[in-house]
């Protein structure tokens, strides 16, 4: 769940939303955050300090409509046991949201910002280093696609996300019409081949059948 700014926002909404964060310090600020909100968005929101990779210890399967693990693959070794976890704790139709690092295109962020050597290291890796100077693996495609299928939660929509904003600094900011212009162009690109298949991540959809 990380400081929980997905969450926050999904119990805004209107959802009633189960945080899920092995990392205490991240907990608590999700916990911080929370107390500020009224009482009403409070009520919709249940934290729980545990491990994604153990949800067969927190929850029954079919409890959740909706499933996101956004980030998350990425730090995970053998992804797959996790993904069959959180495919268990769907419902029937219970939609199961990915969002992860693209290993068929690792070579753009080096290539485009002009570190050609590493660009061409890429090319024969999986793993690459993040923002954090950690060195972390990525998933293609493909072999998520056949995980879903293998989880009976096949894939139902996939999307490219950052196409051509990959090396924007966190900090920048825009004019409200120039971002407005980025997001829409984003939208459309990551929707569309062959441009949403080079995507710094992808947000995949599995749904349960």
Known sequence: MGRG???????????????LESDSEL?????????TEPEGIRDRVRLIEGDGRDTGVHFLPGSFDLVLCHGVLMYVEEPDPMLA?????LAPGGL???LVRNADALAMRPGLAGDFGAALTAFDTATYTDRLGLTVRADRL???RATLAGIAAPLHAWYGVRVFTD????DEE??????????????????????????????LCGVRG
């Open 5 to 19: 700014t997905q969450a926050l926002r999904l119990a805004r909404a209107g959802h009633s939303v189960t945080g």
């Open 27 to 35: 907990l608590a600020s999700a916990r911080q955050s929370l107390a």
């Open 85 to 89: 976890g959180l495919a268990r704790m």
């Open 96 to 98: 199961l949201s990915l």
């Open 142 to 144: 493909d072999a998520l």
């Open 167 to 170: 090396n924007v600094g966190p």
């Open 174 to 203: 825009l004019p409200a019409e120039e971002l407005e212009r980025v997001l829409t162009l984003e939208d459309r690109a990551g929707r569309t081949d062959p441009y949403r298949g080079v995507a710094a991540l992808l947000h």
